[in-house]
């Protein structure tokens, strides 16, 4: 069964930090993983698809990297700002040779950007 | 465009009633599919739709029945519901192109549901 761990559950840094937000996945035959933001109370924004074959995909201060073989991901944010404030969620998606779909969720890291 | 719309954004139930929450889609999306989000578990993934008139189980789908009469619309009924199905529902959409659900999935506000 695949299981998706987001470690840390909270993390604060200031204003103008880069930082790394990690994922690991027990199963290493996933399809893609995909990073999501959400903000309170409200619903998931896709950031960024990372497809099995690619090593990493970025957009504008966001840099997302797959290994597969060590089952991570890392969400990189550079010069980070008070709007980056919520919680990252990630997500794999794995196809069972039967042909069934199906995506896991981690529980999140929720980002406070410290003005 | 919208995008992905929900109805109602919040509801209080007693225990053994029925509802039905609606989701909505402009983006003329393939595939829908409905969540629901607890502490501490991430987001589980209820019933799913990969056309209109299909509907197929996802991880946790007892208690919840789905409909996909129109692309667009994407309904989920709770029958009669229970404590366990306090939670906040999420719907989402994509265009599933091939034959996966290969791309990005797009989400709804969401509704928070309460039982009693």
């Known amino acids: 069964k695949q299981e998706v761990t987001q470690i840390p559950a909270a993390l604060s840094v200031p204003e103008g930090e880069n930082l790394v937000l990690n994922c690991s996945f027990t199963?290493?035959?996933?399809?893609?993983l995909q990073w999501f933001r959400q903000d309170p109370g409200k619903g998931l924004t896709s950031l960024l698809l990372?497809?099995?074959?690619?090593r990493e995909q970025t957009s504008g201060r966001l840099n997302a990297s797959l290994d597969k073989s060590s089952g991570r991901s890392t969400l990189y944010i550079a010069a980070s700002q008070p709007g980056d404030s919520a919680t990252y969620l990630c997500a794999v998606r794995i196809i069972s040779n039967f042909g069934n779909e199906k995506l896991t969720f981690g529980t999140g890291t929720r980002l406070t950007i410290i003005p | 465009n919208a995008g992905v719309t929900q109805t109602p954004k919040f509801r209080v139930l007693k225990t053994g009633q029925s509802m039905t929450l609606l989701c909505a889609q402009d983006?003329?999306?393939?595939?829908m599919y409905w969540y629901r989000q607890d502490p501490g578990m991430g987001l589980r993934l209820i019933h799913y739709?990969?056309?209109?008139?299909?509907?197929a189980k996802g991880e946790v789908p007892d208690g919840y029945n789905v409909s996909r009469l129109k692309k667009q619309n994407f309904l989920l009924g709770l029958e009669s519901a229970a404590p366990s199905q306090t939670s906040v529902y999420f719907c989402?959409?994509?265009?599933?192109?091939?034959?996966?659900?290969?791309?990005?999935?797009?989400f709804g506000p969401g509704t928070r549901l309460t039982v009693l």
């Open positions: 990372i497809q099995s074959s690619q």
């Open positions: 739709s990969v056309g209109e008139g299909t509907t």
């Open positions: 199963d290493s035959a996933i399809y893609n």
């Open positions: 989402a959409s994509s265009y599933g192109v091939g034959a996966y659900m290969t791309d990005t999935q797009y």
């Open positions: 983006m003329n999306h393939e595939y």
